[in-house]
């Protein structure tokens, strides 16, 4: 198969993969959407064209990682979001070397080895003494 442009190959990802064959719930896909309405316009915003002129070299791993400053700097997004970003164009990246084969760029391929950046998890809260009294008489004791 000839290498196609990005707008010709997410339509495709969204209508035939997510939805046709992985069957993945609503929420799922408009995340997804979300994720590649926001990359899209970065990436047309630093080539200064439209979305349907990206050639498939323009999703690099160097992209993708400016791209994932971007929405933690200038976008304040958490490290859970950025992890949930970079999955869904993993999860294409991964769509375009199945479809793709040896004919996928490098520089694309590459994307695949990007790492989920480490955070800290929050500490489990805890409920006060007065907190366990309140629900312990809120309770039908029969």
Known sequence: MKTADLGQLLPRYFTEHLVGQRDLSANTVAAYRDTFRLFLRFLCRKRRTSPAMLPLSTLSADAVLRFL???EVERRNSPRSRKARLAAIRSF???????????????????????????TRRMVGFITRPEITALLRAMDGS
């Not at 199945?98 to 955070?119: F, M, S, W």
């Open 69 to 71: 400053e971007h929405l």
């Open 93 to 119: 990246v991964g769509y375009l070397s199945d479809l793709l084969g040896p004919t996928l760029p490098e520089t694309t391929r590459r994307v695949l080895t990007i790492r989920n950046k480490r955070h």
